[in-house]
């Protein structure tokens, strides 16, 4: 089981960092996959100037994709931390599923209820993974016993 983490901020600064760290990402993303698809996309002599157009029209659209994910992801991960008075991986879980439903929502109920399911089951794998990367990379702090003195040493068998 987790334990708290304060040395995070409260949740309304956690949610305004975490969305402006994610408009961050898909900006910066959405720059280099939307630099290179308007150079290839571009004539010949044309892809510096088609690739800073395209960039200009869609990175920041999808930075504000990104943010506005992340920033309702953190909304209901801090929700769903006051509601359950714990922190723990089913958080994240929980809080994945309801971010991918709200923003299906508008396509209708069996859209919003297969993208929570997707979601969810992506913000599981993504803390499996993590959950077994730190079992991994923590297998060397486990406590150990000294090594045994040389007169105590166990004696082969004959």
């Given amino acids: ?28 993303g959405g720059t280099i996959w939307h630099g290179i698809k308007g150079a290839r996309n571009s004539p010949r002599g044309d892809r510096f100037v088609g690739a800073m157009s395209v960039i200009k029209a869609r990175a920041p659209v999808t930075g504000g994709n990104f943010g506005v994910w992340g920033g309702m992801f953190s909304t209901f991960d801090c929700a769903v931390k006051g509601w359950r008075q714990k922190e723990d991986m089913w958080n994240a879980i929980i809080s994945g599923f309801l971010t991918g439903g ?12 297969g993208s929570a399911i997707a979601c969810g089951i992506l913000l599981s794998v993504f803390e499996g993974v993590g959950v077994l990367i730190s079992r991994v990379f923590n297998d060397n702090t486990r406590p150990q016993l000294p090594p045994l003195p040389e007169n105590m040493q166990p004696q082969p068998a004959a």
């Fill in 1 to 28: 089981m987790a334990h708290a983490d304060h040395t995070r901020d409260p949740c309304p600064w956690v949610i305004l960092s975490d969305f402006g760290s994610a408009f961050a990402m898909g900006a910066v």
């Fill in 102 to 113: 709200c923003l299906a929502a508008r396509s209708g109920p069996r859209s919003a209820l």
